[in-house]
């Protein structure tokens, strides 16, 4: 018998969604018609959004800090760093200091540093809140209107706070919605009605199935995205829209932080640590990385751009 | 495709006598299909049909092993594509390789490292599995004598050299060891064949970025009755990843999914060509290396060759291999219950912790290595680390005081007093309540624990 490439037929696609509009350089995520390029041409090479805060956030690991430490008062200059030094195809900024614990800054204070990052920068945003399922919705309501027209991504809706406010937020003022759901397929697709219900479209959700770190169960992970983009491509419309990980989880590990002299330094352990858990989720079906550290950054985009061209 | 319980059933006697230990023939094979037992056990099988079923319980990847005795690695032998399926099997090989141009101390040393590397992780030992020796100098004595060197450690080989005279004499030296032979290739298929044959050695096959030419070659040597074969479609790396990628998979789906019995074998990468021809310094290159292995770790190597010894370039790379080989199906847990640190009397201070094997063996390596005295109750969340207990429930007031009743550590200690995970704070209140302890909420990671212990008790 002779060769042939094994190409499989999908009956499904992935849907495309765009990021960054209005003065903001679009990026687009998703759109694949087939697992691997050899199968079909794959349209989008993956994105990595650099990981930007509102504070100057006391807990975040050495190797990374001393990157940032001349910025980190001022987000907008911390996200112009990570774009024109780091090459960040995106800036994702994360209104930690909304939290009621951390320092309780009002949603219109987290609006006028969206604003600041809009200014500073011409690529799309991420905007994540703190994690506080009351005070989320409210902060990025103010925030998606400060952005209006950007189309930024709106981190995130989960069956955990009001998501219902969050999605209308994004309908109204043109922007997308993380789907966050924990480490659950089905979790993931009720979550994903849910917000279709609100008028959302295929086209403005990205979903987080979560990213457990390499060593800290990133087997659950693998096989949730492996499913996930299986049951998009065979026809499943509830899961037919392009995948987030939170890749920065790698630092959560201790052996992605913690000195001991047997491990070799951290400098280099913590960038790999993000590396591998990023690029494993990237060969899983992954378009989309919240990432930390500029090394990371680098290569996972360099390997990223091999697997679609 | 698997096969399944059904297909394995009808090929068995159906007596139903339980000589294989199963209640009946169905049971047996549905264990078989699972891979649970092993077909031997069915005594009153006739030979023909252990043959009918040895065929097609053979897994969709062969096994092959490379090395003797304790000297031994097998790899290969996976039946899926992606490991929720089912699970993988036989965890990718990981190997270092050395050379004949090496000083002899330099080799001695690089022997040294190889041999001793390790990590602990959950409870497992992580080492590597082989030594790839290296032909560089092209002489056939420097290799004879590296080869003869090696013949004395801990690991099995693989002798790399595409010249079958020096692969021949080497052969003479280590051959009764069964080596890995790479590599056969299209210009000397037939010698490395023969070699194969006469030492009954298993062979790697090289064909750079050309599967149906790889196809060609890997039916001639199955033709001359070679059947331990491994795959090598090249290792392209920087912007050839992408084509390296799509070979590993291409292969592997023909052998899982069409069952193309000239693909059916393990497969090599060598992140090493990352080191060897680069001009990064060592340390980008030892990134770039680990960044190659982990993405055919992800996708399908069976076998991979390293040039790096770094440990912390291998310390990923032996946790990505952990978390993609452990089994799906079974919850990865330690006994729930009482255990003790040091030495333990009636005022030592107790701990609770989960039996998630991660959290538990991450608190035994702190408590260890900071010499703490003390109990530590293990409470059964069917494997769940800490904080996914308490947002799954398992983690409760109630749960704990049964622990305590059980594990009677009220009759071993002289005081109510137990120091709970610090993102176990939330349930703090109520397994006060339930027990009737008093509980202290200790640090959030572990390895604070042990000076935690000495500043507050
Ligand atoms: C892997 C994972 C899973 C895996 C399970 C892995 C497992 N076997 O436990 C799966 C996918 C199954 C899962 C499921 C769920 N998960 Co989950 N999961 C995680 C993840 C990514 C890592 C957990 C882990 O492995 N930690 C590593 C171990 C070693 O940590 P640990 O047990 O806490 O131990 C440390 C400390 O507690 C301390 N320590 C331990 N013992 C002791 C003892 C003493 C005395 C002291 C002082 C300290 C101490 O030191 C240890 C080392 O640092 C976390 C996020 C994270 N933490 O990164 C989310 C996370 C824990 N999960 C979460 C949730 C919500 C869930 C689900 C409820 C979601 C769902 N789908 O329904 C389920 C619950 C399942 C259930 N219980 O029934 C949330 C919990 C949020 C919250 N606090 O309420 C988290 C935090 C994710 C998030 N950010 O939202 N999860
Ligand atoms: S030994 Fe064979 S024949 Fe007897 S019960 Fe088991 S499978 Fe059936």
């Given at each position: 018998?002779?060769?042939?490439?094994?190409?499989?037929?999908?009956?499904?696609?992935?849907?495309?969604?765009?990021?960054?509009?209005?003065?903001?350089?679009?990026?687009?995520?998703?759109?694949?018609?087939?697992?691997?390029?050899?199968?079909?041409?794959?349209?989008?090479?993956?994105?990595?959004?650099?990981?930007?805060?509102?504070?100057?956030?006391?807990?975040?690991?050495?190797?990374?800090?001393?990157?940032?430490?001349?910025?980190?008062?001022?987000?907008?200059?911390?996200?112009?760093?990570?774009?024109?030094?780091?090459?960040?195809?995106?800036?994702?900024?994360?209104?930690?200091?909304?939290?009621?614990?951390?320092?309780?800054?009002?949603?219109?204070?987290?609006?006028?540093?969206?604003?600041?990052?809009?200014?500073?920068?011409?690529?799309?945003?991420?905007?994540?809140?703190?994690?506080?399922?009351?005070?989320?919705?409210?902060?990025?309501?103010?925030?998606?209107?400060?952005?209006?027209?950007?189309?930024?991504?709106?981190?995130?809706?989960?069956?955990?706070?009001?998501?219902?406010?969050?999605?209308?937020?994004?309908?109204?003022?043109?922007?997308?919605?993380?789907?966050?759901?924990?480490?659950?397929?089905?979790?993931?697709?009720?979550?994903?009605?849910?917000?279709?219900?609100?008028?959302?479209?295929?086209?403005?959700?990205?979903?987080?199935?979560?990213?457990?770190?390499?060593?800290?169960?990133?087997?659950?992970?693998?096989?949730?995205?492996?499913?996930?983009?299986?049951?998009?491509?065979?026809?499943?419309?509830?899961?037919?829209?392009?995948?987030?990980?939170?890749?920065?989880?790698?630092?959560?590990?201790?052996?992605?932080?913690?000195?001991?002299?047997?491990?070799?330094?951290?400098?280099?352990?913590?960038?790999?640590?993000?590396?591998?858990?990023?690029?494993?989720?990237?060969?899983?079906?992954?378009?989309?990385?919240?990432?930390?550290?500029?090394?990371?950054?680098?290569?996972?985009?360099?390997?990223?751009?091999?697997?679609?061209? | 495709?698997?096969?399944?319980?059904?297909?394995?059933?009808?090929?068995?006697?159906?007596?139903?006598?339980?000589?294989?230990?199963?209640?009946?023939?169905?049971?047996?094979?549905?264990?078989?299909?699972?891979?649970?037992?092993?077909?031997?056990?069915?005594?009153?099988?006739?030979?023909?049909?252990?043959?009918?079923?040895?065929?097609?319980?053979?897994?969709?990847?062969?096994?092959?092993?490379?090395?003797?005795?304790?000297?031994?690695?097998?790899?290969?032998?996976?039946?899926?594509?992606?490991?929720?399926?089912l699970t993988y099997y036989n965890p990718t090989a990981l190997v270092i390789d050395v050379h004949d141009e090496l000083e002899e101390s330099e080799l001695e040393e690089r022997i040294k490292i190889i041999?001793?590397?390790?990590?602990?992780?959950?409870?497992?030992?992580?080492?590597?599995?082989?030594?790839?020796?290296?032909?560089?100098?092209?002489?056939?004595?420097?290799?004879?004598?590296?080869?003869?060197?090696?013949?004395?450690?801990?690991?099995?080989?693989?002798?790399?050299?595409?010249?079958?005279?020096?692969?021949?004499?080497?052969?003479?030296?280590?051959?009764?060891?069964?080596?890995?032979?790479?590599?056969?290739?299209?210009?000397?298929?037939?010698?490395?064949?023969?070699?194969?044959?006469?030492?009954?050695?298993?062979?790697?096959?090289?064909?750079?970025?050309?599967?149906?030419?790889?196809?060609?070659?890997?039916?001639?040597?199955?033709?001359?009755?070679?059947?331990?074969?491994?795959?090598?479609?090249?290792?392209?790396?920087?912007?050839?990843?992408?084509?390296?990628?799509?070979?590993?998979?291409?292969?592997?789906?023909?052998?899982?999914?069409?069952?193309?019995?000239?693909?059916?074998?393990?497969?090599?990468?060598?992140?090493?060509?990352?080191?060897?021809?680069?001009?990064?310094?060592?340390?980008?290159?030892?990134?770039?290396?680990?960044?190659?292995?982990?993405?055919?770790?992800?996708?399908?190597?069976?076998?991979?060759?390293?040039?790096?010894?770094?440990?912390?370039?291998?310390?990923?790379?032996?946790?990505?291999?952990?978390?993609?080989?452990?089994?799906?199906?079974?919850?990865?847990?330690?006994?729930?219950?009482?255990?003790?640190?040091?030495?333990?009397?009636?005022?030592?201070?107790?701990?609770?912790?989960?039996?998630?094997?991660?959290?538990?063996?991450?608190?035994?390596?702190?408590?260890?290595?900071?010499?703490?005295?003390?109990?530590?109750?293990?409470?059964?969340?069917?494997?769940?680390?800490?904080?996914?207990?308490?947002?799954?429930?398992?983690?409760?007031?109630?749960?704990?005081?049964?622990?305590?009743?059980?594990?009677?550590?009220?009759?071993?200690?002289?005081?109510?007093?137990?120091?709970?995970?610090?993102?176990?704070?939330?349930?703090?209140?109520?397994?006060?309540?339930?027990?009737?302890?008093?509980?202290?909420?200790?640090?959030?990671?572990?390895?604070?624990?042990?000076?935690?212990?000495?500043?507050?008790?």
């Amino acid at each position: 018998e002779d060769f042939k490439p094994p190409i499989q037929d999908y009956p499904g696609k992935v849907a495309e969604v765009q990021l960054g509009k209005g003065s903001r350089k679009p990026v687009y995520l998703g759109g694949q018609q087939a697992l691997y390029r050899f199968e079909e041409a794959q349209p989008n090479a993956p994105v990595v959004t650099f990981d930007v805060f509102d504070i100057p956030m006391p807990g975040l690991p050495r190797p990374i800090r001393e990157h940032f430490a001349d910025v980190m008062d001022h987000p907008g200059e911390w996200a112009k760093k990570a774009v024109n030094e780091f090459g960040a195809n995106m800036v994702t900024i994360h209104l930690i200091g909304t939290g009621p614990k951390v320092m309780d800054k009002s949603p219109r204070e987290a609006a006028n540093d969206i604003e600041e990052v809009l200014q500073a920068v011409d690529v799309p945003l991420v905007i994540g809140a703190s994690g506080d399922p009351v005070k989320d919705p409210l902060v990025l309501e103010k925030a998606a209107e400060a952005a209006q027209g950007e189309r930024c991504l709106l981190a995130s809706a989960n069956l955990d706070l009001d998501y219902q406010k969050v999605a209308q937020a994004a309908v109204n003022n043109d922007h997308a919605v993380l789907s966050w759901s924990i480490t659950d397929v089905n979790m993931q697709k009720t979550l994903n009605r849910y917000l279709l219900k609100e008028g959302l479209t295929q086209n403005d959700i990205v979903m987080d199935p979560t990213t457990c770190a390499l060593g800290y169960g990133i087997e659950f992970s693998i096989d949730i995205m492996t499913r996930t983009r299986l049951a998009a491509l065979k026809g499943d419309k509830d899961l037919q829209m392009p995948m987030s990980s939170g890749t920065t989880n790698a630092w959560g590990s201790r052996e992605a932080w913690m000195k001991k002299d047997e491990w070799g330094p951290t400098d280099y352990r913590g960038p790999i640590w993000e590396i591998f858990t990023g690029l494993t989720m990237m060969l899983n079906g992954v378009d989309i990385f919240m990432m930390l550290h500029p090394t990371s950054v680098k290569l996972l985009r360099e390997i990223g751009e091999t697997f679609v061209k | 495709m698997k096969v399944t319980a059904m297909d394995i059933y009808k090929l068995l006697p159906k007596t139903n006598c339980g000589d294989c230990g199963e209640a009946s023939c169905m049971a047996f094979a549905t264990k078989l299909s699972e891979k649970e037992t092993d077909l031997k056990l069915c005594t009153p099988l006739d030979p023909e049909g252990m043959e009918k079923l040895e065929k097609i319980l053979a897994p969709a990847v062969r096994e092959v092993k490379i090395g003797k005795g304790d000297k031994q690695v097998i790899i290969g032998g996976d039946e899926v594509l992606y490991r929720y399926e089912l699970t993988y099997y036989n965890p990718t090989a990981l190997v270092i390789d050395v050379h004949d141009e090496l000083e002899e101390s330099e080799l001695e040393e690089r022997i040294k490292i190889i041999e001793n590397t390790e990590f602990e992780r959950t409870g497992e030992l992580l080492t590597l599995d082989a030594i790839a020796v290296r032909n560089k100098s092209g002489d056939k004595n420097k290799f004879i004598k590296t080869v003869s060197r090696l013949k004395n450690s801990i690991y099995p080989l693989i002798l790399c050299t595409l010249d079958s005279d020096n692969m021949k004499a080497a052969l003479e030296v280590v051959g009764d060891e069964k080596p890995l032979i790479y590599a056969a290739t299209e210009k000397n298929l037939e010698e490395m064949g023969q070699l194969a044959l006469d030492y009954q050695c298993p062979v790697a096959l090289f064909v750079p970025g050309d599967l149906e030419k790889m196809k060609q070659l890997s039916h001639s040597l199955r033709s001359r009755g070679i059947k331990d074969i491994v795959l090598d479609p090249g290792t392209f790396v920087g912007e050839g990843m992408g084509d390296t990628l799509d070979n590993f998979v291409m292969i592997r789906r023909l052998a899982v999914e069409e069952k193309d019995e000239d693909f059916r074998f393990p497969i090599m990468g060598i992140p090493a060509l990352m080191r060897l021809d680069n001009t990064d310094d060592p340390v980008t290159k030892g990134i770039k290396e680990a960044t190659v292995a982990a993405t055919m770790l992800n996708k399908y190597a069976d076998i991979l060759i390293f040039n790096g010894t770094d440990i912390w370039e291998l310390i990923p790379v032996l946790t990505l291999r952990q978390g993609l080989f452990t089994d799906p199906r079974k919850p990865q847990t330690v006994d729930a219950g009482l255990y003790e640190f040091g030495d333990v009397n009636e005022d030592s201070p107790v701990l609770l912790t989960t039996n998630f094997a991660l959290t538990y063996y991450t608190v035994e390596g702190d408590l260890k290595s900071g010499k703490a005295n003390t109990y530590l109750l293990v409470l059964d969340t069917e494997g769940r680390a800490v904080d996914v207990s308490l947002a799954g429930g398992q983690l409760n007031g109630k749960s704990v005081a049964d622990l305590i009743k059980e594990t009677d550590i009220e009759n071993k200690v002289n005081h109510k007093k137990m120091v709970i995970p610090g993102l176990a704070a939330p349930v703090s209140g109520e397994i006060e309540d339930d027990s009737g302890w008093e509980v202290a909420v200790g640090p959030r990671d572990s390895s604070a624990v042990p000076d935690y212990l000495l500043e507050k008790l």
